[in-house]
């Protein structure tokens, strides 16, 4: 059984950086490909980041590019995002997300293709 924790969440100011973390750990599972997810109060989850197993193969909703970084640690099996000049509008519970697929670009950024889920992390960014 595969099991996924993130961390580092927090309440940060608009402007602020923040660094999320998930771990993932179950046996010698390797995930081809790993993704962010957020959800806001009253919205459904939305897709934020995914990567393959690569650092080549990222992909980014357009509401995060050029702002946050997503990366893996392959060694450690833990996925992260770095989240720069945050906003109101990234406040959200955020969940990392394990895919027994490999690769194959902005298909990532449905939900249904990620097979293991953590419980999530709270992001608060206020002014």
């Known amino acids: 059984q595969v099991h996924m924790v993130e961390s580092g969440g927090g309440l940060v100011q608009a402007g602020d950086s923040l660094r999320l973390s998930c771990a993932a750990s179950g046996g010698t599972f390797r995930s081809p490909t790993m993704g962010w997810f957020r959800q806001a109060p009253g919205k459904e989850r939305e897709f934020a980041a995914a990567i393959g197993w690569s650092a080549e193969h990222v992909h980014y909703a357009d509401s995060v590019k050029g702002r946050f970084i997503i990366s893996r640690d392959n060694a450690t099996n833990t996925l992260y995002l770095q989240m720069n000049s945050l906003k109101l509008e990234d406040t959200a519970v955020y969940y990392c997300?394990?895919?027994?697929?490999?690769?194959?670009?902005?298909?990532?950024?449905?939900?249904?293709?990620?097979?293991?889920w953590g419980q999530g992390t709270q992001v608060t960014v206020s002014l």
């Open positions: 997300a394990a895919s027994l697929f490999r690769w194959g670009g902005d298909y990532f950024t449905r939900a249904p293709l990620y097979t293991y």
